[in-house]
C-alpha cells in the first residue's frame, strides 16, 4: 500500500511540479470536465451485466449486442485466408496515415461497382473501424458550441458531440415513420445546425431511409447551404452506412450523393467491414467525401494513431476485388441473419394476433429488429406493476430470460416501450425459444 501511495505521489509531483499535502491529494488528480463528465456507452454497461448473469451460469436469450459471435457468424474464409497470408508476409510496418494505397484504391473500385459513387483514392481514408472515423468528422467540422442535429433514437452521436464539445439538438422520430427522421423534422433547426449526423440502415431500428425522405433532407441541406454562401460554414451531413449491404426483401439502400450529386460537397461517408463482412474485431473501416477535408481528417487521426493494421488492410484490400467471395459470401450470410430477423418477427406477430401487446416492424436491413413491449401498467403473477420501461425490461429478462436493449439507451424517452432486438449472436434455435419463452412470460401477466 505504501508503495501505491508513493508511486502515486512521484506521479502527483510529476503532473503538478508539486508535492500534495494528504489533503488535497484528490484534488490535484481530477481531470478535465469533458472526461469528469462523459458518460460510458448505455449499451455496452447493459451487454456487460448480462454477460455477467450468463458467466453464473444463467441461460439468457442475449439479444442485447451489436456484434456477431464468430462461431456462428465467422468472417469471410478468404479474407481470414488474406490476413493470415499478410502476416505471414511480413505486413508489420506503420501504414500510411490515410491507409494503405492498394486498399484505397480497391475502397474507391468497390463503391464505384457496388454503389455507383465516384470517390478517388485521395477522397477516402482508412481508420480501424467507423468509430475513429465518426469521431474525426466530428472533429474536423465542428468548433466547440456548434450544433449537431441527429435523430432519436440514434447511435453514440450524444457521445461525439460530447468528446467534440458540440451541442446536440436531437429530434424524436416516430415508430410511425419508421424511427427514420424527415425533412419536417430537422428544418426547424437547420439554421443553426452545423452538422446532420444520419445512419441508414439505423442502429437500432433496423429500418432505412425512403428515397423521399432522404431526398427532402438533401434539399434542405443544399438550399440552407445557398444561402449561407460564404458568410457561415456550410451545414455538412455525416452518412453513416455501416449497414448497407445487410438488405433484405425488396429493399433498397439509398445515399445523399446518389440522389443529389451536389451534396458530394457536403457529405462524408461512413463505412467499412465491421458488419456486412462480419468482422467487427477486424478492425477497418472507411470515411469518404470531399478531398480537401477528408484531408485535414486525415492529418487529425494521425495524430490519435487511428489507422487500421497494416496486415488487415492488405488483406481487406485483396478481399475488396474477389466479386464472387463476396456475392457468396453476402448470399449465405444474409440468409441467415434474415432467417432470424423473419422467425421471430413472425412470432411477434403471432402473439399480437393472439392479443398479447406486443408489436415489431418488419425486418428491412442490418441485423436488428425494433420490438414493442406495451406492458406498462401490467401486473406480474406474483401482483407486482411494471409500472416503467425498466420494470419490463427487467421482467422480460427474469421470467422470459430474454435481454433486450430498450430504445432509451439510444437517447429515447424513459418512457418509450420500444426495444432493439440483435441477432448477431443468435443461434436458429434461438428463434423458437423466444416465442415460447416469450409466450409464457405474456401469459402470466394481467390488467
Ligand atoms: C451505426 C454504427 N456506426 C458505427 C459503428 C461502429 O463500427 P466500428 O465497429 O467499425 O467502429 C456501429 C457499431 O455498432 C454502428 O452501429
Redo the contacts with the bound molecule.
Sequence with gaps: MAQEGNIAETLTTELTGSHSGAGSFTEELKVSGMAETLIGSEIIKLAGEIREKIKSGEKILNFTI??FDPQIFPIPEELNHQIIASYNRGETNYPPAEGIPELRKSVSLFLRNRQHLAYKENDILIA???????YGIYRTVLDPGDTVIYPLP???NNHYCHLAGANGCPVETSAERNFMPTGKDIEPFIADANLIAL?SP???SGTIFSETDLSDICELVLHENRRRKGRKKPVYLLY?Q??WLLTYGSTKHVDPVSLHPAMADYTFY?D????YFSG?GV???WAFGPGRIVEKMKSILSHVGAWAPRAEQCAVSRFLCMDNEIDNFLYSFKKQVQLRLDGIYDGLMKLKAEGFAVDAIAPQA?IYLTVRLNLHGYRTGDGRVLVNTADVTRYILEEAKIALVPFYAFGSGPDSTWYRLSVGTARPGDVEDFYRNLRNALSKLSL
Excluded at 272 to 275: D, T, Y
Design positions: 451489436g456484434d480501424c473501424g467507423a468509430r475513429p472515423l465518426i440514434s447511435w453514440n445512419c439505423l442502429n437500432p453513416d455501416i449497414y461512413v467499412g467491414i465491421s458488419k467487427t478492425r477497418v473501416g442490418s
